[in-house]
């Protein structure tokens, strides 16, 4: 069975410091990753997608960014982090079947920044 | 644009009884899928129950069915038999894109009463 991870699961971050949060799947190859993010009280919002290693889409701009180095491994990352970037962020994996893919999410990370 | 709204911020049933989580959309496209996820205080985002646009009988599973009605594009969650463990906020969302990007309701808080 597939199984996804993220860690670290809660991070604490002064204003400007970097950011890295990862996320692996295991049990399936080639899969979909997916980053979102959901800030207090609202819905979720993807921030990035990839169909492959070294595949990576972006749907907001911001000063995040991803990564895909392996093909199980996605990463999130800042170089200077904003108050703004606070908020629970979710790592999710689908595989293609057809004309679309049911997402399944991983425990996701909850970052403060003050 | 594709939008997923959810009309309801709050509601509250009472262990063992019927409650029903309504969601609309709103799409150009013919062939699409909708999703319901629950999202419990631990946070992870857990698959409901999903529903093929193209497949006319609605989806069940175990106590969690949906009622879809594709031309007046509603999607609402109907929860029998309530228990304390279905506590959490839900979200609604919809996938019509080739990537299976989602796009997700603000929620529903659901409380479940002893």
């Known amino acids: 069975s597939q199984t996804i991870h993220q860690w670290p699961a809660t991070l604490v971050q002064p204003v400007g410091s970097p950011l890295s949060l990862e996320c692996t799947v295991e049990?399936?190859?080639?899969?979909?990753l997916y980053w979102y993010r959901q800030a207090a009280g609202r819905g979720l919002q993807l921030l990035f997608y990839?169909?492959?290693?070294?595949?990576i889409s972006s749907e907001v701009p911001q000063n995040l960014s991803a990564s895909r180095p392996q093909d199980r491994q996605f990463i999130l990352s800042s170089k200077k982090l904003l108050l703004s970037d606070s908020g629970f962020y979710l790592c999710?994996?689908?595989?293609?079947?057809?004309?679309?893919?049911?997402?399944?999410f991983g425990p996701g990370t909850r970052l403060t920044v003050l | 644009a594709q939008t997923v709204t959810q009309s309801q911020p709050e509601m509250s049933v009472q262990e063992a009884e019927t409650v029903t989580l309504s969601c609309t959309y709103d799409?150009?496209?013919?062939?699409?899928?909708l999703f319901w996820y629950k999202q419990p205080p631990s946070r992870q985002m857990i698959l409901v129950i999903r529903?093929?646009?193209?497949?006319?009988q609605n989806a069940t599973e175990n106590r969690f069915s949906v009622n879809f009605q594709k031309a007046a594009k509603s999607f609402s969650l109907k929860i029998s038999d309530s228990q304390l463990g279905d506590t959490a906020m839900y979200f609604c969302?919809?996938?019509?894109?080739?990537?299976?990007?989602?796009?997700f309701g603000k929620g529903t808080k659901l409380s479940v009463k002893p």
């Open positions: 999710a994996w689908s595989v293609s079947s057809g004309s679309t893919d049911t997402q399944y």
């Open positions: 049990g399936t190859s080639n899969p979909n």
């Open positions: 990839s169909v492959g290693i070294g595949q």
């Open positions: 799409t150009s496209e013919s062939n699409y899928y």
């Open positions: 529903q093929e646009a193209y497949k006319q």
């Open positions: 969302a919809f996938n019509g894109g080739s990537q299976g990007n989602l796009i």
